[in-house]
């Protein structure tokens, strides 16, 4: 995980021409520390910008490297400093919800430097280097029709994908249901998750296919057959 406002709002406190920004954003990106050093003793720049702009090709790592960046970058301007801590409660956020998951950072991590505007991710399957997943926040879409919102979105190839599914996984059943903001529901939906079913949110009035459903039966949520499901 990353954010492209930490590098943006170095960039721009250092006085970093269209060009100069460029070159070294191409160097960050290939983790070159030695063509860093040498693109930035040619910029004249602060001692400032240059010694935050050199340090931020090696802070990657899990969550300690948020306290060590705010340490690092603690004379960066605000909107670096709000980035920062955007990827902390991003990161909190998820070790609740996710307890157990391992959370990297990267804050030289610029894909879709010129198309994001914010937080950036990438998703592992565990024992995998490749990405499942990856994407990130851009504002004003749809800015060209009038209408500029706020999203997040994220790619992924379902051809790479389905090859690190095991062959069953294809022929059990699957579970739908109707998300909703239900804590019940959701503590159901990671028990069932957890030993191995697979369940599947829809979206309200959608139709996809499942051989099961999951109805509130009672005050509980019960996994039905489809065609026998009783609301209750």
Known sequence: MGHVGVYRGLAEFAGLTESQEQELFSALQRKAVTDISALLD??????????MLQELS???????VLPRAKSVLKNAPKSVQLALSTLEQIADALTQRIPGIAINFDLAELRGYHYHTGVVF???????????AAGGRYDDIGEAFGLAQPATGFSLDLKKLATQLPAESFNQETIGVEWAE????????????????????????SQTSTTHTLVKQNGHWQVTEIGTQTRG
């Open 182 to 205: 239900d804590s019940h529901l959701h503590a159901t939906v990671k028990s069932l998750r957890e030993s191995g079913k697979v369940v599947i949110y829809q979206f309200p009035g």
């Open 58 to 64: 090696e802070l990657n790592g899990d969550k300690s």
């Open 42 to 51: 040619s910029y004249q720049i602060s001692k400032d910008a240059r010694q």
């Open 122 to 132: 990438a998703a592992y399957k565990p024992e995998s280097s490749y990405a499942i």
